[in-house]
């Protein structure tokens, strides 16, 4: 088992919540951001990033992958989650650094069963979305931001309501639970560069997800 330093060291009362969301400033420490990226360059290795389509045809802007018993995917059919990468392989196992960062913030929840992860690289954006294919509302929606800033803008349950936005930080923890789970949300842009935590710059998101 791996142990993050968080534990210690961090208050567990979100630093700011927007639109619902309780967004931990500055929750994890360089080192374990460090840790994390290094844990998911194996993960990468096993299962590489790809772009998906979304049903209409279009191909995403960002690149992803997954860790965990499923994984999401996106094609004409539409969205849903997979037991399997593109390429036929099972996806990896969640790291236990990425898992101590739900331990930490949803310990009354089950395990994750998904680990999404994101890659934007410069000009990638993410339109606003629900999460909403998993079975159950009930469990939050963890999300850890690594590299590059990235503007998060939330709204409601209903599309095309108001908004509010907050620029999300290498090292930023996401709950979106409670009112908040079904809340829109997406990503308007990155400040490519603007982190150095990743060499080639560009953003990782984390998303960790109860499934069935
Ligand atoms: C997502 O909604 O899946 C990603 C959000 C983010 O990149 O911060
Ligand atoms: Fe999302």
Known sequence: ?????????????PTVKVGG?????GFLPVT?????????RYVVGQAPTFSP?????????????AAGEFGW???????????RHPTGVSWPEIPSSILSVWGSLAAHAPSPQCCLINYYE?????????????ASFEW????????DDALLRVGGQIKGGKTSSIWLQSGDVAVMGGDARLNFHGI?????????????????NVTLRVVT
């Open 188 to 204: 308007d842009r990155i400040k490519f560069k603007s982190s150095n935590l990743l060499k080639n710059g560009g953003r990782l």
């Open 1 to 13: 088992m791996d142990f993050l330093k968080l534990n210690e060291n961090v208050p567990l009362t």
């Open 32 to 40: 374990d951001q460090t840790r994390i990226v290094d844990d998911l």
């Open 73 to 83: 995917f996106s094609d004409h059919q539409g969205y849903r989650y997979e037991k």
């Open 122 to 134: 410069e000009g990638a954006r993410m339109g606003m979305h629900q999460d909403r294919d998993e």
């Open 53 to 65: 389509k979304t049903k209409s045809g279009k191909k995403m802007s960002v690149q992803l992958t």
């Open 140 to 147: 939050p929606v963890v999300s850890i931001s690594l590299g």
């Open 21 to 25: 969301i309780a967004v931990f400033k």
